[in-house]
Nanobody, 114 residues
Framework: VQLQASGGGLVQAGGSLRLSCAASGTVFSINTMAWYRQAPGRERELVARIFNFGATNYADSVKDRFTISRDNAKSTVYLQMNSLKPEDTAVYLC?????????WGKGTQVTVSS
């Protein structure tokens, strides 16, 4: 299973970005899909995840600003990020879980300027 994330970039505070992560390979029966982020000098943290039945959960720091969604036909997970803040600056990584294993993408850089 390979994951390819895209959509990162440089944006001003208050702006928006939409991240995408497409899974390829033997990807039937993906269970959970998630976005994590890691800023320099900080631990990796969960941003949002979505289960195969559609339930979602979010880090408190992004609630009401970020929305995670998925397209099962395309094996793709999205992260719509609105009202971005400088503290959202990080490498964003996508991950999926299927058949008892987790798979990670290389990440995409998001930089929010003040």
């Amino acid at each position: 299973v390979q994951l390819q994330a895209s959509g990162g970039g440089l944006v001003q505070a208050g702006g928006s970005l939409r991240l995408s992560c497409a899974a390829s390979g033997t990807v039937f029966s993906i269970n959970t899909m998630a976005w994590y982020r890691q800023a320099p000098g900080r631990e990796r943290e969960l941003v949002a995840r979505i289960f195969n039945f559609g339930a979602t959960n979010y880090a408190d720091s992004v609630k009401d600003r970020f929305t995670i969604s998925r397209d099962n036909a395309k094996s793709t997970v999205y992260l719509q990020m609105n009202s971005l803040k400088p503290e959202d600056t990080a490498v964003y990584l996508c991950a999926v879980w299927l058949r008892g294993n987790d798979y990670w993408g290389k990440g995409t850089q998001v930089t929010v300027s003040s």
